[in-house]
């Protein structure tokens, strides 16, 4: 196993031309899917019911949970590059081709195929990225990759919105992001170039995993903590971020968009000042600090009967995953064998995926039994179990330094 220890020397820079233009790339990548912010509204306006935009919704959602994990043993090091390129240029023309796609047979398919391109790339880019990743910045990369996976988010709608209000169609705004998705090709090759292994000297070539080697990364303690406990918390987080609309409107706020903006806000300054923190202390114990602070902050949220309290349990709550997110992430990283780290990566981003799935499921079941306030007590338990789990966590990292 890699050193996962919390003073680790610092040894390369971590702005290599390779993690800099990899970040570029994932950027990009989420950016592909921001302009779908309003994709249920698109389908709505070409004549659609609300039945079948699910049924399109779901059928791209479906795609990456269930062909992830028979991919990823074949996508490594020395394969990411040509996979990434491929998969760019497979979601390039699947952009293009919602502009001219309008029957129901067609928009099916190109669902299914624009997410199986999707996952390829967002696999492949996986491999890049842990690729370039130097020994003792773990926590600092995973912030800045996940501040990558915010901003697309918080750019591309309001620009959308814009150009759709200067009379740009949404046809067209998919045409310029299928070609916007191009750039990536000449990053690609930067990255190539000036790509270098940031454990040292590079380890022979990487062949494709063998079932022994996953099925032995399973019978790791550590990681089956790590996949449990990812899961449990993007389960209690999505039964939260799902419903706090209809929660807010049943205690009396119409307007709940700036509780999204300050959570916002707060992870977005947590993951650009506190990558550094968390290299430098123990990130198990941070897991689990931010774990239980999680778990008070949705008890909070729960509680709340009025702005004050909601807006507040906001900014608590981005304060927790501001923290949560990267360092789960570097404790993939350091905690996995070098050949294993791709595909416990993407295992983790599997996790993520069925969180998903489950917290609006569970959620929804809580709210037709008992209302909203069975929905935030199951999200804080959901943490306090995941926090259980950390002890597991900090025995491998204190026994790995």
Known sequence: MQEASPAE????????KGFVFAMAIYFLALSNQAVFFNFLEYLGGIGFDADTVGMFLAAFNFVPITVRPFISPYIHRNNAVKWLAFAALGISCSMGAYALTQGFTGLL??????????????TSLMALVVDVIPKGKSGQAYSILTL??????????PLCERLLGAGVS???????SALVLLLIFPMLWVVEKGRKTAQGPSPAPYARLSRGEILAGFKDPAMLAMFFLVMATFTGSTMTFFFVKGFAKSIGITDAGLF?????????????????????????????GSLVFLAASFFFLGRSAGAYGFFFSAALLGLGWGFLMPVLG??????????????????????IDAG??????????????????????????????????????????????
């Open 260 to 288: 999204f903006t300050i959570y916002t806000l707060v992870m977005i300054t947590v993951r650009l000042f506190g990558g550094k923190f968390m290299d430098k202390i123990s990130k198990a114990h941070i897991a689990g």
């Open 170 to 176: 949404q046809s067209n705004i998919y045409i310029f």
């Open 330 to 351: 570097a404790l993939i990283f350091d905690l996995s064998d070098p050949k294993l780290r791709t595909y416990n990566t993407n295992m983790m981003l599997e996790m």
């Open 9 to 16: 020397p610092d040894s390369e820079p971590l702005f290599t």
């Open 356 to 401: 998903y799935i489950l917290g609006p499921w569970i959620a929804g079941f809580l709210l037709a039994k008992s209302g909203y306030g069975a929905i935030y007590p199951a999200a804080a338990a959901l943490s306090l179990l995941g926090a259980l789990l950390t002890p597991l966590l900090m025995k491998r990292t204190r026994k790995n330094e």
């Open 148 to 157: 990558a996976n915010l901003l697309p988010y918080a750019v591309f709608p």
């Open 109 to 122: 398919i190109l669902r299914i195929v624009h997410g199986l391109f999707f996952v390829l790339l967002l």
